[in-house]
């Protein structure tokens, strides 16, 4: 056990539905993440919050939306997505932004769009 | 040219062997180094992180940083079935007291380790 929770583990989604991913960490860490993986692609860096302040905009589309409520929730809100939003989405922790903090990763929520 | 560049195999090996993953890299601006494993269906572990040039090792792992190629490794020594998995290579550079932050994975290599 990582420290760091996702759910749903699993999601099927129309294009036209709204659903949100759930992130939650136990480790008292004040970074998260949200990555992207897609298949036979490099990980991909979405989003950054640091003491839940974004600190990094990667040209995410503006149907992924981030919300950062507090240090140990992280929530990606999803609406109008499309069939290439398919991949898994991974939340990850770290004590800080410092390049020597270790990133903890959570399981991953397996994002299907239809 | 991409930033990071990852060969993503699939790389297969016998039990035992010595076992080379590499990863070239553009930005200069890069700071830190780092070798994550993601086991299937499991989010990505640290493995080993590095931030200047030269080698570092931990057990069987070692990884090496050759910032004047642009060029990190990672080698696997006495290779288990158990270290079958995909080993992504990292690299980061955090500025402007940690307002800037970029991270940048390779594709992963899938290594299988044959028993």
């Known amino acids: 056990e990582t420290g760091v929770t996702q759910t749903p583990r699993h999601l099927v989604m129309g294009m036209t539905n709204k659903k949100s991913l759930k992130c939650e960490q136990h480790?008292?860490?004040?970074?998260m993440y949200w990555y992207k993986q897609s298949a036979k692609k490099p990980l991909e860096l979405m989003f950054v919050?640091?003491?839940?302040?974004?600190?990094e905009n990667n040209s995410v589309p503006s149907r992924f939306s981030p919300e950062c409520p507090n240090s140990s929730h992280l929530f990606l809100h999803l609406h109008t997505l499309q069939p290439e939003d398919s991949a898994l989405y991974l939340c990850?922790?770290?004590?800080?932004?410092?390049?020597?903090?270790?990133?903890?990763f959570g399981p991953g929520t397996r994002l299907t769009v239809l | 040219q991409k930033e990071v560049e990852q060969d993503p195999g699939p790389l297969s090996v016998p039990e035992g062997a010595i076992v080379s993953l590499n990863c070239t890299y553009s930005?200069?601006?890069?700071?830190?180094f780092m070798w994550y494993r993601q086991y299937s269906r499991k989010g990505p572990e640290l493995l080993m992180y590095?931030?200047?040039?030269g080698n570092k090792e931990d057990g069987r792992f070692t990884a090496q940083v050759d910032k004047s190629s642009k060029y990190i490794s990672l080698f696997i020594r006495d290779s288990q079935p158990s270290d079958s998995a995909t080993y992504l290579c990292?690299?980061?550079?955090?500025?402007?007291?940690?307002?800037?932050?970029?991270?940048?994975f390779g594709k992963g290599t899938l290594l299988t380790v044959n028993p």
């Open positions: 990850a922790s770290s004590k800080s932004l410092a390049g020597t903090d270790t990133q903890y």
């Open positions: 480790l008292g860490h004040n970074a």
């Open positions: 919050y640091s003491l839940e302040e974004r600190v």
């Open positions: 930005n200069s601006a890069f700071q830190y």
């Open positions: 590095t931030y200047s040039s």
């Open positions: 990292a690299m980061a550079t955090i500025y402007s007291g940690g307002s800037n932050y970029k991270l940048t």
